[in-house]
């Protein structure tokens, strides 16, 4: 009886197989489910076998792990697909951890590959251009300048072309692209696993909420778009008449910002309330704060949700919002180089 039972086993499996690859087929999202999950699992192999040689600085181990885990995606498609996210973190966490032009050498084929997967990605373009730059400047350049088109407001690639500038002794070189980053707003970068308040981090956005006296939100966000390098008076116009004692900003920036806060204008119906700094207290989620005499500068962590709290005395039957303040990039190398 025993035996007679075991053979029935092999038709069995077949069975269960057969029904197992029907019932993906047919569900979808019992079939996607399945396959993210296994892509996690493998996701998280390959940057765990990758982690243990970068602890050991071992580039050329590392190296060789990720381009199997590019020649096993390519098995798939040789075009991107659904594996590009976690080579992507793989490499970004390779390009980390990489100090020396030799370390930079050692990946730079697989930065390579990165960009003839899809070439319309930022950061394997600077990548690229530091493993390029002890041997072709020029090519270098070509693809920190493609970086800069696709995101002009990202600093990467001009730190990089500024480290170029430095050690060629070429200022011209400096300048120009000083210019051009510090007067650049476009551009943005989408996080990974969670969006900011604004879908990305960006410097061209930011936003307000306005307190009451008992510390109570008494708005949903009021958007603006920034203006850099200037003072510049923000308005905003709640949507009824309101009470404040303060309000909250708030900044999701793609680079390091400064916040030069000046005035504060409260209009009621026949009345104009300005607040100097010294009227005014500054706290915030993360960020550094500076007095002087009439400016209070807030100094924004890049890649940050951040969130200014400025509260006062209670003001009464508000009708407009005006904020003077001036806000900056902060400087990504001094003045003998980046001339402006």
């Known amino acids: 009886m025993f035996f007679k039972k075991i053979k029935y086993i092999p038709i069995l499996l077949i069975i269960l197989i057969v029904f197992f690859f029907v019932f993906l087929a047919v569900n979808f999202d019992s079939r996607r489910s399945i396959f993210t999950k296994l892509l996690v699992v493998h996701d998280f192999y390959r940057i765990k076998t990758i982690t243990s040689d970068l602890q050991n600085r071992n580039f050329p181990a590392a190296a060789k792990k990720l381009n199997n885990y590019i020649k096993f995606s390519k098995k798939i498609s040789n075009d991107k697909n659904y594996m590009m996210t976690g080579i992507y973190e ?3 966490l390779a390009a980390s951890r990489a100090t020396t032009q030799e370390d930079y050498n050692y990946l730079e084929n697989i930065f390579k590959q990165l960009i ?19 041997n072709d400047i020029g090519k270098s350049l070509d693809h920190l300048k493609i970086a800069i088109e696709i995101s002009p407001s990202e600093s990467d690639a001009y730190r990089e072309i500024l480290r170029i500038s ?11 692209y000083c210019v051009v980053y510090y007067s650049s707003l476009l551009g943005g970068n989408l996080p990974m696993h969670f969006d900011t308040l604004f879908g990305s981090f960006n410097n061209n956005k930011f936003a307000i909420k306005l307190v009451n006296k008992s510390n109570k939100f008494t708005e949903n966000y009021l958007p603006a778009s920034t203006s850099l390098n200037k003072n510049q008076l ?25 916040i030069n806060l000046k005035k504060i204008y409260y209009h009621s119906d026949n009345k104009i309330f300005e607040l100097n700094i010294g009227d005014i207290t500054v706290t915030s989620k993360s960020s550094f704060i500076e007095d002087s005499n ?24 508000i009708k407009k919002i005006g904020i003077l303040m001036d806000i900056k990039k902060m400087s990504i190398a001094n003045n003998n180089l980046c001339r402006r």
Do not use: C, M
Request: hydrophobic residues 35%; aromatic residues 12%.
């Open 116 to 134: 003839d997967i899809d070439n319309r990605v930022y950061k394997p373009h600077v990548w690229y251009a530091r493993a390029l730059s002890d």
């Open 90 to 92: 793989a490499t970004k």
């Open 234 to 258: 923000y308005e905003f116009l709640p949507t009824e008449v309101i009470d404040s004692d303060g309000f909250n900003l708030y900044f999701s920036p793609l680079v390091g910002l400064k």
């Open 166 to 176: 430095q050690n060629t002794k070429d200022p011209k070189l400096a300048s120009k």
């Open 294 to 317: 009439d400016t209070v500068s807030v100094f924004l962590i890049p890649k940050i949700n951040e969130t200014i709290r400025i509260r006062h005395k209670n003001f009464q039957s």
